[in-house]
Protein backbone atom coordinates (compact mmCIF):
# COMPACT_ATOMS: atom_id res chain seq x y z
CA UNK A 1 0.00 0.00 0.00
CA UNK A 2 1.30 3.22 -1.02
CA UNK A 3 0.17 6.73 -0.74
CA UNK A 4 0.67 8.50 -4.72
CA UNK A 5 2.81 12.14 -5.07
CA UNK A 6 2.06 13.70 -8.23
CA UNK A 7 4.20 16.75 -9.35
CA UNK A 8 3.85 19.73 -10.80
CA UNK A 9 4.60 19.83 -14.65
CA UNK A 10 3.20 22.12 -16.98
CA UNK A 11 -0.08 21.26 -18.67
CA UNK A 12 1.16 17.35 -18.37
CA UNK A 13 -1.69 16.04 -18.44
CA UNK A 14 -0.37 13.03 -20.58
CA UNK A 15 2.16 12.37 -18.40
CA UNK A 16 0.03 12.49 -15.27
CA UNK A 17 -2.82 9.82 -16.92
CA UNK A 18 -0.15 7.69 -18.24
CA UNK A 19 1.27 7.25 -14.39
CA UNK A 20 -2.02 6.75 -13.02
CA UNK A 21 -2.55 3.81 -16.17
CA UNK A 22 0.19 1.94 -15.22
CA UNK A 23 -0.66 2.12 -11.41
CA UNK A 24 -3.98 0.69 -12.50
CA UNK A 25 -2.42 -2.10 -14.49
CA UNK A 26 0.08 -2.84 -11.73
CA UNK A 27 -3.28 -3.24 -9.27
CA UNK A 28 -1.21 -1.37 -6.95
CA UNK A 29 -3.15 -0.47 -3.71
CA UNK A 30 -3.08 3.44 -3.28
CA UNK A 31 -4.30 4.56 0.16
CA UNK A 32 -3.82 8.47 -0.61
CA UNK A 33 -2.60 10.63 -3.08
CA UNK A 34 -0.95 14.47 -2.93
CA UNK A 35 -0.46 16.32 -6.21
CA UNK A 36 0.58 19.86 -7.42
CA UNK A 37 -0.69 21.81 -10.21
CA UNK A 38 -1.34 19.31 -13.49
CA UNK A 39 -0.64 16.37 -10.69
CA UNK A 40 -3.74 18.08 -8.14
CA UNK A 41 -6.14 18.23 -11.90
CA UNK A 42 -5.54 14.15 -12.80
CA UNK A 43 -4.98 13.24 -8.94
CA UNK A 44 -8.42 15.04 -8.09
CA UNK A 45 -10.25 13.01 -10.70
CA UNK A 46 -8.61 9.87 -10.51
CA UNK A 47 -9.66 9.83 -6.06
CA UNK A 48 -12.93 11.07 -7.23
CA UNK A 49 -13.22 7.53 -9.23
CA UNK A 50 -12.53 8.27 -12.74
CA UNK A 51 -10.35 5.79 -14.37
CA UNK A 52 -6.96 6.80 -15.88
CA UNK A 53 -8.50 6.08 -19.75
CA UNK A 54 -11.35 8.66 -18.99
CA UNK A 55 -8.71 11.15 -17.77
CA UNK A 56 -6.88 11.36 -20.93
CA UNK A 57 -10.07 11.41 -22.77
CA UNK A 58 -11.04 14.54 -20.48
CA UNK A 59 -7.85 16.54 -20.66
CA UNK A 60 -7.04 15.83 -23.70
CA UNK A 61 -10.47 16.71 -25.23
CA UNK A 62 -10.02 20.50 -25.94
CA UNK A 63 -7.11 23.34 -25.77
CA UNK A 64 -6.20 24.64 -22.54
CA UNK A 65 -7.17 27.75 -24.20
CA UNK A 66 -10.60 27.20 -24.73
CA UNK A 67 -11.39 27.47 -20.49
CA UNK A 68 -9.67 30.54 -20.23
CA UNK A 69 -11.15 34.02 -20.28
CA UNK A 70 -9.26 37.51 -20.12
CA UNK A 71 -8.82 39.95 -16.98
CA UNK A 72 -9.41 43.08 -17.12
CA UNK A 73 -6.77 43.80 -14.28
CA UNK A 74 -3.80 42.18 -16.08
CA UNK A 75 -1.26 43.18 -13.54
CA UNK A 76 -3.45 40.53 -11.09
CA UNK A 77 -3.31 37.79 -14.29
CA UNK A 78 -3.95 37.85 -17.61
CA UNK A 79 -6.64 34.62 -17.09
CA UNK A 80 -9.22 34.38 -14.97
CA UNK A 81 -9.86 30.39 -13.53
CA UNK A 82 -13.87 30.79 -13.41
CA UNK A 83 -14.32 29.02 -16.25
CA UNK A 84 -12.21 26.27 -15.27
CA UNK A 85 -13.73 26.49 -11.67
CA UNK A 86 -17.06 26.03 -12.76
CA UNK A 87 -15.81 22.95 -15.13
CA UNK A 88 -14.38 20.83 -12.68
CA UNK A 89 -17.57 21.41 -10.53
CA UNK A 90 -19.12 19.12 -12.98
CA UNK A 91 -16.62 16.09 -12.94
CA UNK A 92 -15.56 16.63 -8.68
CA UNK A 93 -17.09 16.35 -5.35
CA UNK A 94 -17.67 19.87 -3.95
CA UNK A 95 -15.28 19.23 -0.72
CA UNK A 96 -12.10 17.33 -0.39
CA UNK A 97 -13.13 15.47 2.19
CA UNK A 98 -15.79 14.39 0.05
CA UNK A 99 -12.99 11.90 -1.53
CA UNK A 100 -12.51 8.10 -0.62
CA UNK A 101 -9.29 8.31 0.25
CA UNK A 102 -7.18 11.33 1.34
CA UNK A 103 -6.55 13.47 -0.83
CA UNK A 104 -3.75 16.79 -0.67
CA UNK A 105 -3.32 19.75 -2.75
CA UNK A 106 0.09 21.61 -3.04
CA UNK A 107 -0.47 25.57 -3.70
CA UNK A 108 1.41 29.10 -2.35
CA UNK A 109 -1.01 30.70 -0.19
CA UNK A 110 0.07 34.33 0.89
CA UNK A 111 3.61 33.72 -0.38
CA UNK A 112 4.43 30.67 1.50
CA UNK A 113 3.64 27.07 0.71
CA UNK A 114 0.72 25.18 1.56
CA UNK A 115 -0.87 21.75 1.98
CA UNK A 116 -4.55 22.13 1.52
CA UNK A 117 -6.66 18.94 3.44
CA UNK A 118 -9.97 20.02 3.09
CA UNK A 119 -12.34 22.46 2.17
CA UNK A 120 -13.86 23.01 -1.83
CA UNK A 121 -12.08 20.94 -3.76
CA UNK A 122 -12.57 22.56 -7.41
CA UNK A 123 -11.40 25.88 -5.80
CA UNK A 124 -8.02 23.91 -4.03
CA UNK A 125 -6.97 22.01 -7.48
CA UNK A 126 -7.92 25.28 -9.21
CA UNK A 127 -5.36 27.48 -6.99
CA UNK A 128 -2.66 24.71 -7.66
CA UNK A 129 -2.87 25.31 -11.32
CA UNK A 130 -2.77 29.07 -11.20
CA UNK A 131 0.64 30.19 -12.55
CA UNK A 132 1.36 33.57 -11.11
CA UNK A 133 0.88 36.29 -14.01
CA UNK A 134 -0.88 34.15 -16.30
CA UNK A 135 -3.95 33.03 -13.88
CA UNK A 136 -5.64 35.48 -11.08
CA UNK A 137 -5.26 34.04 -7.95
CA UNK A 138 -7.75 31.97 -5.66
CA UNK A 139 -8.97 33.11 -2.39
CA UNK A 140 -8.86 30.20 0.28
CA UNK A 141 -8.05 31.02 3.47
CA UNK A 142 -5.23 33.69 1.66
CA UNK A 143 -4.53 34.48 -1.76
CA UNK A 144 -3.23 31.04 -3.47
CA UNK A 145 -1.57 29.96 -6.72
CA UNK A 146 0.69 26.92 -8.42
CA UNK A 147 2.08 25.35 -5.58
CA UNK A 148 4.97 24.92 -8.39
CA UNK A 149 6.98 27.79 -7.25
CA UNK A 150 8.02 26.52 -4.14
CA UNK A 151 7.67 22.77 -3.48
CA UNK A 152 6.72 20.92 -6.60
CA UNK A 153 5.57 17.50 -4.95
CA UNK A 154 4.57 18.41 -1.41
CA UNK A 155 5.52 15.94 -0.26
CA UNK A 156 7.33 17.25 3.06
CA UNK A 157 4.26 18.89 3.66
CA UNK A 158 2.36 15.54 2.87
CA UNK A 159 4.81 13.74 5.28
CA UNK A 160 3.90 16.04 8.05
CA UNK A 161 0.53 15.19 7.30
CA UNK A 162 0.46 11.62 7.12
CA UNK A 163 2.72 10.39 8.99
CA UNK A 164 5.61 7.85 7.59
CA UNK A 165 3.90 6.49 4.93
CA UNK A 166 5.46 4.68 1.76
CA UNK A 167 5.18 6.55 -1.26
CA UNK A 168 5.33 6.56 -5.27
CA UNK A 169 6.52 9.65 -6.67
CA UNK A 170 5.94 10.72 -10.13
CA UNK A 171 8.02 13.92 -11.02
CA UNK A 172 7.89 15.77 -14.28
CA UNK A 173 10.89 16.79 -15.04
CA UNK A 174 10.47 20.85 -14.75
CA UNK A 175 9.85 23.49 -17.18
CA UNK A 176 10.15 26.47 -14.53
CA UNK A 177 9.64 26.90 -10.66
CA UNK A 178 11.43 24.74 -7.81
CA UNK A 179 13.29 21.67 -9.24
CA UNK A 180 11.77 19.91 -6.65
CA UNK A 181 11.34 21.43 -3.05
CA UNK A 182 10.79 18.44 -1.12
CA UNK A 183 14.00 15.57 -0.27
CA UNK A 184 12.88 12.97 -2.67
CA UNK A 185 16.20 10.89 -1.53
CA UNK A 186 15.57 7.27 -0.89
CA UNK A 187 11.96 7.30 -2.26
CA UNK A 188 11.13 5.25 -5.21
CA UNK A 189 10.46 7.90 -8.34
CA UNK A 190 8.97 7.80 -11.36
CA UNK A 191 10.69 10.89 -14.05
CA UNK A 192 9.16 11.61 -17.18
CA UNK A 193 10.46 14.34 -19.17
CA UNK A 194 8.14 18.06 -19.63
CA UNK A 195 5.48 17.96 -22.04
CA UNK A 196 6.49 21.09 -24.23
CA UNK A 197 2.29 21.03 -24.18
CA UNK A 198 1.28 25.03 -24.62
CA UNK A 199 -2.39 26.39 -23.83
CA UNK A 200 -2.70 25.82 -27.94
CA UNK A 201 -1.59 22.65 -28.07
CA UNK A 202 -0.91 19.81 -25.57
CA UNK A 203 1.45 17.97 -28.72
CA UNK A 204 2.02 14.17 -29.05
CA UNK A 205 -0.69 13.39 -26.10
CA UNK A 206 -0.67 9.65 -27.03
CA UNK A 207 2.91 9.14 -27.45
CA UNK A 208 3.96 11.21 -24.21
CA UNK A 209 1.18 8.67 -22.38
CA UNK A 210 2.25 5.78 -23.68
CA UNK A 211 6.08 6.62 -22.22
CA UNK A 212 5.34 8.09 -18.81
CA UNK A 213 3.25 4.43 -18.71
CA UNK A 214 5.97 2.29 -19.98
CA UNK A 215 8.06 4.60 -17.18
CA UNK A 216 6.05 3.44 -14.43
CA UNK A 217 5.64 0.04 -15.02
CA UNK A 218 9.65 -0.23 -14.87
CA UNK A 219 9.23 1.37 -11.46
CA UNK A 220 6.62 -0.50 -9.94
CA UNK A 221 8.47 -3.76 -11.49
CA UNK A 222 11.41 -3.05 -9.01
CA UNK A 223 9.17 -2.87 -6.13
CA UNK A 224 8.49 -4.89 -2.61
CA UNK A 225 5.53 -6.63 -3.79
CA UNK A 226 4.95 -6.85 0.03
CA UNK A 227 4.47 -3.12 -0.19
Known sequence: MRDLVL???FLAFARQAGFLAAVEEADLVVDGLVGTSSGAL???LWCAGVPAAEIARELSSRRPLALCSPHGAVWRGLFR???VISH???LLPPRIEDLPRPFGVGVVRNGRH???TSGPLPEAVAA???IPRLFVPIHLDGSCSDGAFQDRTALDAW???RGDVDVLVHLVDASSGADTGSDLS???????????ASLWSLGDFDGQLAEAKSRTHAVLAALDPKQ
Do not use: C, K, N
Open 81 to 83: MDA
Open 88 to 90: LRT
Open 7 to 9: SSG
Open 159 to 161: RAH
Open 114 to 116: ALI
Open 42 to 44: AGS
Open 186 to 196: GEPVVRTPRSF
Open 128 to 130: SMA
